[in-house]
DNA sequence: AAAACTGTAACAAAATTATTTACAATATAA
DNA sequence: TTATATTGTAAATAATTTTGTTACAGTTTT
């Protein structure tokens, strides 16, 4: 089958850049009023190839924010109404692995501070995530997207 | 003089990898209680070479948690109290730019979403970051120093 | 049948991050 | 005072990750 995009051999990857790509697409559905929009046109607000607009539309699909339709005249629109997109949700959709992120992180494990630092890590960054997710959900995308003339 | 580390030629990078790398320093030299510890040693605690250590070390000597004994039996202590060193303050001396980061976005300025969008993510991604700050300050270097044995 | 799209893959390039090596400077100790 | 350990810094290299490009098969409309 498709096994998922931007993915590493280790399966890892950060949340930069992505994030601000899928904000921008969801905005421009938004403000198109569920006419179909072509990634074409969305990469030229976006100022990315068309082919980077598909990837993340691939994702944004997957995670039930938008529908698209094939074939000619075809195009993307928001799956749901822009209130009921939260801005955390949007970030989960992007996020790969741990915020803060120890990627390759093999600590000694004969050190007794070594040995255990990376549950302590995950612990924290685990919190520090959910509060910056609780953060972003006081937002929707109709908050966000209203901000825009 | 020396201009900064980990700096590339946009003045601009994540915050991974380089936040468990201080932390991990930061609690050995806080179980360390005073000794001066070489930089080979917390290299061998951590798994990383040695310069890699040094390196972040200037850092944290910068933003005045570390200082450091050159010379032979030379090495680095910590140069406050691990109770006074909040893990929002290390994560402070470790990141660059922004949490969410759009690194190189350049949107198209004809289109009334693209043109704003930069302001926009802005607003929100120091908002957000000022949250995560808040929660990692919660806890001080002795605090998460403790839960190791 | 032609045209305009999306969906997917594979590849290429750029940017970032991590690692290594090297060595001058400094301080200790034999 | 000479050898040794160690930091401080730079530069180069390698690995990884991210971003961008190209290509084309499959779909749907005209």
Redesign the interface.
Known sequence: MFLPLYCNKNNYR????R??IA??IL??LD?AQGELVSSEWLA????INPAMVRKELISLRQHGFVQSKEGKNGGTTLAKKASEIS?GAI?ESVRQLSL????K????PQ????K??NA??DG?YN??ER??ID??NK?SLAD?SA???
Chains 1, 2 share one sequence.
Do not use: A, E, R, W
């Open positions: 950060m949340n930069n850049g994030f601000s904000l921008h905005v421009l403000k030229g607000s976006i100022n801005l970030y803060l992120g120890h990627q992180n093999t600590p000694n050190c007794p501070v070594g255990n630092i302590h890590l924290l919190d520090t509060v910056l953060q972003l937002q966000f901000k825009f003339g």
